[in-house]
Structures are given as C-alpha cells and as structure tokens.
C-alpha cells in the first residue's frame, strides 16, 4: 500500500497474502507494505531479515491484532509494527534516543504506508535499559515486539531488563525474532534474574496452519520467533 507522501531512495515491498472465509465465501486477503531503504546509512535504516519472519508471525495471527496496545522495540524501519497498525493495533514504535535521523526515517517509513506519526502510529525514541518518564507511561502494553535486538551480547540485559519492566504484573507477551549468530550467546540465565521464561514457537506447524511457507522467507539463516513472559 503506497497511498502515502512519496520517499525518496530505492523502496523494499513486502506482500502478504491469506484466505479468510465468511459464511462459505473465501477472500483473499492482501497487505502490501513499503520500506524505504538506506543501505549505506546504518542499522536502522533497512529491513533487517529477522523482521519479515515476525510480521509474518503477525499476519498469521492478524484477527486477533485490532485493538492491542503494541510496543516495538529497537524498530529500524518498523515493518512488524506498520504491519500490527495497519491490522488494527494500536501501536508505539520506538528505536534509539540517540539516534534522531533514524526516527526521521522511521516516520518516513510510517508515512510511505499512509500511517501518520502521531495520529495513527506513535514514534518514540527510547533507549534499552534506561527509565525514563516516558517510558512509564507506556505500561501496560498487550505485547512487545523486537526483530533482531540481541545482535550485541552487551546489550542483552538492557533489552531484557526493558521488557521485564513493561511486562511486570501484566499478561503481556514479548515476542521476539532473533538470528543466531554464535552457539555461545544465551540469554536464559537473564531471563532468569529478570523474572521472565522464554519458549521458541513452532515455526512448521505455524506454516502449516496458515499455508504460508515461513522458510521462503529466511532462505538458509538460522532464524528463531521466540515467545517471553513475565513469571
Ligand atoms: C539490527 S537492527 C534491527 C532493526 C529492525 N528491528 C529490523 O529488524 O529491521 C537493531 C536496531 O536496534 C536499535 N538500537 C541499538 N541500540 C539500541 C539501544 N540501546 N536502545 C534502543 N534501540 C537500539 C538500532 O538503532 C537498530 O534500529
């Protein structure tokens, strides 16, 4: 869907498909989403391949999105949040607060897909790890999303401990999709000291309820949705 103001810059299509079935009438169901890209400009400015394994898990799960209060965390360029906003959710995409021309691109990829920043999208800068006002204000959230937010062992805790503070004495979920880069990385004994558990979905069987082939679109990459709660 590429009903807003035109970006410039090279733009990535992302189409989803589905059937959904009304009274014996089976629909197709179609949502395109545009990214606009910056190769060259940093980590936040492209679609890193975690994220459409997420938005996939999204659209799989897309009747049951309208009406959540949705938290992406470390965004890029958002494409699992646009795609839970334009199903319905209401969502805040955040990424660092450091980074202020990422979150200028951030809202043009908002803009790209008709989504306006503070009207049907927010847009926040928000830096793992640190409680600000404004992130108090952000409880209590159904779920939190994050695609490819433990790249850096450093930062582990601080995403962790963020999530453990949003989901505390709620029944919100966090849901993330990672990429496995070294066997040697964990983060189960974080998980641990923040009070969370984590469980991995069951990416086969997901594909075989919803017809669509998630490995068409991880190629040979060691890709993983995993699902965390606070205990
Ligand atoms: C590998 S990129 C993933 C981007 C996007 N989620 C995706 O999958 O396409 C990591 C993202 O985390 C953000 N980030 C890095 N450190 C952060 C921090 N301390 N607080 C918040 N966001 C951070 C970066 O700006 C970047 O957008």
């Given amino acids: ?3 807003g103001r035109p970006v410039s810059g090279p733009l990535k299509k992302f189409v989803f498909r589905g059937k959904s079935s009304n009274n014996g009438d089976i629909r197709g169901e179609y949502l395109e989403i545009v990214i606009p890209e910056l190769l060259s400009a ?10 459409p394994l997420l938005s996939w898990y999204l659209w799989t799960q897309r009747r049951h999105l309208r009406g959540l209060r949705i938290l992406e965390l470390g965004c890029g360029t958002g494409l699992p949040g646009i795609l839970a906003a334009k199903c319905g959710a209401h969502v805040t995409l955040t990424d660092s607060v450091a980074l202020p021309r990422s979150l ?6 908002c803009e790209a897909n008709g989504l306006v920043p503070g009207r049907d999208i927010q847009l926040l800068g928000l830096a793992w790890g640190l409680f600000l006002a404004d992130v108090h204000s952000l409880r209590p959230v159904d779920l939190i999303l994050a695609s490819d937010c433990f790249y850096e062992p450093s930062q582990f805790e601080e995403v962790i401990s963020t999530v453990a503070y949003l989901l505390d004495g709620t029944d919100g979920r966090f849901l993330c999709a990672y990429q496995e880069r070294s066997a040697d990385w964990s983060i189960e004994a974080l998980l641990k000291k923040w009070g969370l558990k984590g469980a991995l979905l069951d990416l086969d069987s997901l594909s075989e309820s919803s ?8 190629g040979d990459r060691s890709l993983h949705l995993l699902e965390i709660i606070s205990v």
């Fill in 1 to 3: 869907m590429s009903d």
């Fill in 42 to 51: 940093g980590y936040s400015f492209y679609t890193w391949p975690s994220a």
């Fill in 104 to 109: 200028r691109h951030l809202a043009a990829c």
């Fill in 211 to 218: 017809g669509v082939d998630y490995r068409a679109l991880i």
